[in-house]
């Protein structure tokens, strides 16, 4: 047994121990733990996630109904079984080697980066044609497996079924509201960029659900009506991070602090255009934020001079890090990318 396993946290387990030898914890989570695990009638490795008894069991629902759907196709993590004893519940997966993202960052060519992407999308897209939405889409929720030059999507733990907004939309605009003042200013020399000095916005209630740093801007706006695209940006910080050799690149503390941080890339401009697409208004006077946006090409080139990216790979990264979510690529769409190209034959 592993020096990360505490004796006392395998005691809610009891009920599995005639079936699985628990080898060691190697993941946790605001809702569960995940442990590596041998089965005994079959003494092949799988993993177990525990899902704490603090979970609503709507959540748990949820989250099995999406594992069922996507039955473990393009990419996506098969569910083998569910177990329950009381308000225990674990899932049974198969357990999966794969390669840290860390390391998989420091040395990988751009052969890798197309690899690993591309894995990435087949699975959004299977998740996407089942109209459900990951929500959390990170490196640390796609397991790599370099050598194996594949990979597997995990953790539906936020996921939703996507909805239909059109008809919602439409009768929204018929009624629509002053747009919301969302901005971010130096109120005094005394007080850091961003303080509100009195803020009077009305609380805007919208899923905000997913990992700092990976939030598309109609999450950080709270946009009510949010579509699979929030996991299109979410995959493209990802190949930011790839491209970059940066990881994490965006490392907001807060929304605020990660509109700034999207700002101080995209300028004043095109976020004033992306706050009137979510119904806000931008205004900033913070003097690190250009009028501008900032090209790719020069940040990235700027951060890894020895993996110079070819312009394919820029298009596909302006295509995925689109501040409107309508016009961001779908997955299916870059899959069919011409970066992709070169590994198809």
Request: proline share 4%; glycine share 4%; aromatic share 12%.
């Amino acid at each position: 047994m592993s020096e990360n396993l505490d004796p006392e946290e395998l005691q809610h387990l009891q009920f599995i121990k005639n079936k699985f030898q628990i080898v060691d914890r190697i993941g946790e989570g605001t809702f569960s733990r995940v442990y590596k695990a041998i089965e005994i009638k079959t003494n092949k490795q799988v993993a177990i996630k525990a899902i704490t008894k603090t979970s609503s069991p709507n959540r748990i629902v949820d989250e099995l109904t999406f594992l069922i759907t996507l039955n473990g196709l393009n990419n996506c993590i098969l569910l083998k079984n569910v177990l329950r004893h009381e308000d225990q519940v674990v899932a049974i997966f198969p357990y999966f080697e794969y390669t840290e993202f860390r390391d998989f960052l420091s040395s990988a060519t751009m052969y890798d980066i197309k690899k690993y992407m591309y894995n990435l999308l087949i699975a959004i897209e299977h998740v996407h044609s089942c109209k459900i939405i990951h929500r959390d889409i990170k490196p640390g929720n796609f397991l790599y497996n370099r050598n194996l030059e594949t990979g597997l999507l995990i953790d539906f733990g936020l996921a939703q079924f996507e909805q239909n907004y059109d008809c919602i939309k439409t009768e929204n605009e018929k009624n629509k509201s002053k747009p919301v003042i969302f901005f971010n200013t130096v109120i005094s020399r005394s007080k850091p960029p961003g303080y509100y000095e009195r803020d009077t916005r009305p609380v805007i209630k919208a899923p905000r659900a997913g990992t700092r740093g990976f939030r598309a801007p109609e999450v950080i706006f709270k946009y009510p009506y949010q579509t699979s695209a929030i996991d299109i940006w979410s995959a493209g910080v990802i190949f930011l991070n790839l491209l970059s050799a940066q990881y994490p690149f965006f490392f907001s503390g807060d929304d605020v602090d990660a509109l700034v941080e999207i700002a101080t890339i995209f300028g004043h401009k095109e976020m004033r255009k992306a706050a009137k697409q979510y119904n806000r208004v931008w205004k900033s006077n913070i003097d690190t934020i250009p009028e501008d946006r900032i090209p790719f090409e020069k940040i990235i080139e700027g951060l890894n001079c020895y993996n110079i990216p070819e312009s394919d790979a820029y298009d596909l990264l302006y295509k995925m890090l689109d501040l409107n979510g309508e016009t961001r690529i779908t997955a299916k769409e870059a899959i069919n990318h011409r970066f992709f190209d070169s590994i198809k034959i």
